[in-house]
């Protein structure tokens, strides 16, 4: 849907950092490296990004 | 308590606890979880009903629920400062809500837009705006619209863990780790700089040699095969802490926060075992 703000498991804000790696994977970046660059070391955090499925702009005009 | 600090950065920080016992590690590892009071979004208001913006009429409707909404809104780490702010029930206003308990947010936005967690105006001091400005809170088409008003206030996370300070807190036993120095430049010996999952050792001079001891999880997986060249230890006495912070206070804020926490309650009880 939209990504959470925090990580489900330990707490770290990883919303901001989500349009980031969307941009930056876009634009032919490794993603392993990006995640890297972000600070995101635990991989409870990673799975957050990696997994998400942003569904909020197909739902808007529902609303 | 005897810390020496590593690392020290904005939000994350690495130090050794030392000659101590597991006991007190862990109950700083827990008041660092649990003890930081912070402030957090609390009360969300929303404006019902048609937005007026330069005569165009929007209406507040939103694809989340406004439950979700406030709910995120709650997450947003809020910069706290224990000189400005108190405990709304503690505080000289009597827990009806004043500029020394609460910081006041608002958010106006009109679609099509992403509303960012950067769009919350802080009501008087500007330093309090949201650090974290890309926060997406949610989307608009055109024609919706927000309004709202949000209200943060001091709390711990044994209410909610919104109030959560710290985060990735963890600790392990400071490892010893020694070499044999006949076998050091044995070959099967400097195989084992290959095996270490950390890259714990490298190689001068033809010898194995430690290189970042603290790196080391203790894994043992270098043991076997050295034919008992490399032994790893653990020193119960010191510990090797690594934590981050949301953003709301800075490493050090949360480090001192929790080490005064820590003690204050331990003069606490020693009063009233006293008392007995
Ligand atoms: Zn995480
Ligand atoms: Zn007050």
Same mark, same amino acid.
């Given at each position: 849907?939209?990504?959470?703000?925090?990580?489900?498991?330990?707490? &770290? %804000?990883?919303?901001?950092?989500?349009? #980031?790696?969307?941009?930056?994977?876009? /634009?032919?970046?490794?993603?392993? &490296? %990006?995640?890297?660059?972000?600070?995101? #070391?635990?991989?409870?955090?990673?799975? /957050?990004?990696?997994?998400?499925?942003?569904?909020?702009?197909?739902?808007?005009p529902?609303g | 308590?005897?810390?020496?600090?590593?690392?020290?950065?904005?939000r994350?920080g690495k130090?050794?606890?030392?000659?101590?016992?597991?006991?007190?590690a862990?109950?700083?590892?827990?008041?660092?979880?649990?003890d930081?009071?912070?402030?957090?979004i609390?009360?969300?208001?929303?404006?019902?009903?048609?937005?007026?913006?330069?005569?165009?009429?929007?209406e507040?409707?939103?694809?989340?629920?406004?439950?979700i909404?406030?709910?995120?809104?709650?997450?947003?780490?809020?910069?706290?400062d224990?000189?400005?702010f108190t405990?709304?029930?503690?505080?000289?206003?009597?827990?009806?809500?004043?500029?020394?308990?609460?910081?006041?947010?608002?958010l106006?936005?009109?679609?099509?837009?992403?509303?960012?967690?950067?769009?919350?105006?802080?009501?008087?001091?500007?330093?309090?705006?949201?650090?974290?400005?890309?926060i997406?809170?949610?989307?608009?088409?055109?024609?919706?619209?927000?309004?709202?008003?949000?209200?943060?206030?001091?709390?711990?996370?044994?209410?909610?863990?919104?109030?959560q300070?710290?985060?990735?807190?963890?600790?392990?036993?400071?490892?010893?780790?020694?070499?044999?120095?006949?076998?050091?430049?044995?070959?099967d010996?400097?195989?084992?700089?290959?095996?270490?999952?950390?890259?714990?050792?490298?190689?001068?001079?033809?010898?194995?040699?430690?290189?970042?001891?603290?790196?080391c999880?203790?894994?043992?997986?270098?043991?076997?095969?050295?034919?008992?060249?490399?032994?790893?230890n653990?020193?119960?006495?010191n510990?090797?802490f690594?934590?981050?912070?949301?953003?709301?206070?800075t490493?050090?804020?949360?480090?001192?926060?929790a080490?005064?926490?820590?003690?204050?309650?331990?003069?606490?009880?020693l009063?009233?075992?006293?008392?007995?």
């Open positions: 849907m939209i990504i959470p703000v925090r990580c489900f498991t330990c707490g &770290k %804000v990883v919303g901001s950092a989500y349009p #980031e790696y969307v941009k930056r994977v876009g /634009m032919g970046e490794d993603p392993k &490296k %990006v995640l890297d660059d972000l600070g995101f #070391e635990r991989y409870c955090c990673r799975r /957050m990004i990696v997994s998400h499925a942003d569904l909020i702009g197909e739902i808007a529902l | 308590m005897d810390i020496e600090i590593i690392e020290m950065a904005e994350r130090f050794i606890l030392k000659n101590s016992s597991p006991a007190m862990n109950a700083l590892r827990r008041t660092m979880l649990s930081i009071p912070k402030m957090a609390d009360k969300v208001e929303f404006h019902l009903g048609p937005i007026m913006v330069d005569d165009k009429e929007y507040s409707v939103t694809p989340l629920f406004d439950e909404i406030a709910h995120r809104l709650g997450m947003v780490p809020v910069p706290t224990y000189e400005l405990y709304q029930d503690k505080c000289v206003c009597g827990g009806e809500g004043c500029p020394s308990c609460t910081i006041m947010y608002s106006n936005k009109i679609g099509p837009c992403t509303v960012y967690s950067g769009d919350m105006i802080p009501l008087g001091n500007a330093e309090l705006k949201v650090k974290d400005e890309f997406p809170i949610v989307e608009l088409t055109d024609g919706q619209a927000v309004l709202i008003y949000a209200t943060a206030v001091m709390g711990t996370v044994k209410k909610h863990v919104k109030w300070a710290a985060f990735g807190v963890g600790y392990k036993y400071l490892p010893i780790i020694t070499i044999d120095a006949n076998k050091a430049n044995d070959s010996v400097l195989r084992v700089i290959k095996l270490c999952p950390r890259h714990v050792f490298e190689e001068k001079g033809g010898k194995i040699v430690v290189k970042n001891s603290t790196d999880s203790l894994c043992m997986s270098c043991v076997a095969p050295s034919n008992g060249a490399i032994t790893i653990s020193d119960d006495k510990f090797f690594t934590f981050e912070t949301d953003g709301s206070l490493a050090k804020q949360l480090l001192d926060k080490t005064e926490i820590l003690s204050s309650e331990a003069s606490e009880l009063s009233q075992v006293e008392a007995l």
